[in-house]
């Protein structure tokens, strides 16, 4: 090791707290390998995630919008990037393990297909009898078995913890025990971050006004603040410190109500945080907004009718693909041909359609499938 360099132990000895994960107790990996030189093994996680073909294939998906509407939006890519933004501030600000905090927002929706929830909906119809799809479970599928990066096992071999935060989110049912307060900051910086960037990009996008949102507590509130903070702004100034103030107020409650149920329930290790309840979540009032904030978009933006007619012409493209990809798995590339065999056709059908991008979907679907 270069000589000024620290050792990951040791560094994380001093900055993080108790009840992180420390990479010296970490499990370790499925397939055994040497310790990196100077990187941490979730270091090396967060590496390999972002070397992923399926990472960066995260540009070319939806998160809500389609590329129809324009190219100001969120793809999935940018809102990876703004929940490990949220997620690293939160994990920062409460002395937890960043690097396995990092790894894990960077891969939590690795697994989407092509035009979001619209796809995998779709997915989860077609591949219904043989245990349906889920974009969580899919990012599971991915980092364990369609990645091919090293010539001794399939997928990435990232840490078990890594795997074990992406499973419980692919599987809600209420456990014995909590996850690590690592997984629990990505999910809550997640919900921070779509609450708040889609009702920017709605703006942008004109699906909504400021004046629709003064109904909405959450945002008339953040709005308040803004007001006595500055004498006049005009409308985008005032919409971005919204905005902003949006972010603040959410991750401000979720650090101080955190730091106050750590110090109550005496959590001082990782075993204690198993045991507790929830440490990351809002406090009620500002859950009820954000619950009422989400209603609202789900009724005025998922919903509206530019928005849906994007969707319900995509469903029924990728239909008409996963009906054609089995009826000539020939039209797919090789080794999606060959995996049929262990896994099954539609299995791998379903594979194959959710690495796509929505352009490369678009076009493959006119290419081969169009009437
Ligand atoms: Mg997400």
């Known amino acids: 090791m270069p000589c000024e360099a620290v050792s990951v132990a040791d560094r994380e000895r001093v900055l993080l707290a108790g009840y992180a994960l420390h990479s010296a107790d970490s499990a370790g990996r499925k397939h055994a ?97 043989v245990g349906g799809f889920s974009h969580n479970r899919q990012a599971l599928r991915i980092v364990e078995l369609l990645e091919s990066r090293y010539p ?94 949006l972010i603040d107020r959410q991750i401000g409650d979720l650090i101080v109500c955190a730091s106050r149920r750590i110090d109550e329930w005496g959590v001082a290790t990782t075993a204690d945080v198993r045991r507790v309840e929830m440490i990351i979540r809002p406090n009620e009032e500002l859950f009820q907004q954000k619950a009422e904030l989400e209603r609202f978009l789900y009724q005025r933006v998922y919903r509206h009718p530019q928005v849906v007619t994007g969707r319900t012409i995509a469903q029924a493209q990728l239909r008409e693909m996963f009906r054609g990809y089995n009826a000539k798995p020939e039209l797919m590339p090789q080794n999606f041909q060959d995996r049929a065999a262990t896994i099954g056709l539609p299995r791998s059908v379903g594979d194959y359609i959710a690495g796509m991008t929505d352009r490369f979907a678009q076009h493959e679907f006119q290419r081969l499938f169009a009437r």
């Open 33 to 129: 390998e040497p310790t990196h030189l100077y990187r941490g093994p979730f270091q090396r996680d967060r590496d390999r995630i972002v070397h992923s073909t399926a990472y960066r294939r995260l540009s070319g998906k939806t998160q809500v919008f389609t590329s129809e509407l324009g190219d100001f939006h969120r793809t999935r890519l940018t809102h990876t990037h703004e929940v490990a933004s949220v997620s690293r501030t939160l994990g920062r600000a409460l002395r937890l393990n960043e690097d396995l905090i990092e790894a894990l927002a960077l891969m939590h929706d690795i697994g989407h297909p092509p035009f979001g929830h619209a796809g995998e909906d779709v997915l989860d119809e077609c591949l219904r009898d």
């Open 152 to 245: 001794e096992f399939p997928g990435l071999n990232l840490s078990l913890e890594v795997l074990a935060g992406q499973q419980s989110r692919a599987d809600k049912s209420r456990k014995p025990e909590r996850p690590l307060l690592e997984v629990q900051i990505v999910d809550a910086a997640d919900s921070v971050a779509y609450d708040t960037h889609d009702v920017d990009d709605a703006l942008q996008l004109g699906l909504l006004t400021l004046a629709d949102l003064e109904e909405i507590p959450l945002w008339r509130e953040c709005g308040e603040r803004i007001r006595a903070r500055y004498a006049s702004l005009q409308t985008g100034e005032y919409r971005r410190a919204v905005l902003h103030e």
